[in-house]
């Protein structure tokens, strides 16, 4: 199977700080990784594309110098919330494409509580 | 860009009932629909998924229906199970030179009563 795997699971942090998020496929190598953003009993909403080894492809309406997106190797992908504020909380799930093809492997989720 | 819309939002249905979401997408480059079933606090699964090329795919209780030039696609799942219960989203790709992302819809809350 593909697994991916995302750190931490839970994080609560304070108004004005940092969070970094990792995503890891744990058994391939993935070229593209993908960031969702999930409000609570809503949908999977795309905030960037991440390609290994070049800038984010940022969703409209997503600030770029908000989060942060860095994809330094095949397998691990980070997502920085900066300055985060309570609006930021939210369910950030990360996903992962095998070789060439479509399917997209998730991870377990990072649910944010900025306090 | 790609908008998907899905209904119904809710869906309760009887044990051993059949359901039926529908979802309709916009971009018709789209040429991969992927169904995930998602539970409390969970990551999304895939359940099932289908390619262009190809207008019916089933596995098992669930199949999927696509209609290339009407341009929608939907889930069947036949005698339903309590198990079943879950929110389900249906999806289009959209190709852009990033790579191939997924456009969700807004999601199907399934509850089946026994």
């Known amino acids: 199977g593909a697994v991916v795997s995302q750190h931490p699971s839970r994080v609560i942090c304070k108004s004005g700080t940092s969070v970094k998020i990792e995503c890891r496929s744990l058994d391939f190598q993935a070229t593209t990784m993908f960031w969702y953003r999930q409000f609570p009993k809503k949908s999977l909403m795309l905030m960037a594309t991440s390609n290994e080894g070049s800038k984010a492809t940022y969703e409209q309406g997503v600030e770029k110098d908000k989060f942060l997106i860095n994809h330094a190797s095949l397998t691990l992908s980070t997502l920085t919330v900066t300055s985060a504020h309570p609006e930021d909380s939210s369910f950030y799930i990360c996903?992962?494409?095998?070789?060439?093809?479509?399917?997209?492997?998730f991870g377990p989720g990072t649910r944010l509580t900025v306090t | 860009g790609e908008n998907v819309e899905q209904h119904p939002s809710t869906l309760s249905v009887q044990e051993g009932d059949s359901a039926v979401i529908k979802c309709t997408y916009s971009d018709s480059a789209s040429n991969y629909f992927p169904w995930y079933k998602q539970e409390l606090g969970k990551r999304p699964q895939l359940i099932i998924d289908?390619?262009?090329?190809?207008g019916e795919k089933k596995d098992q209780r669930i199949a999927v229906t696509l209609n290339k030039t009407a341009k929608h696609f939907s889930l069947h799942i036949t005698e339903t199970q309590p198990e079943d219960s879950a929110v389900y989203f249906c999806a289009a790709s959209r190709a852009n030179q990033a790579g191939t992302a997924l456009i969700f819809g807004k999601g199907t809350t399934l509850s089946v009563s026994s």
């Open positions: 996903s992962a494409i095998r070789d060439r093809g479509n399917e997209q492997y």
């Open positions: 289908i390619r262009s090329n190809v």
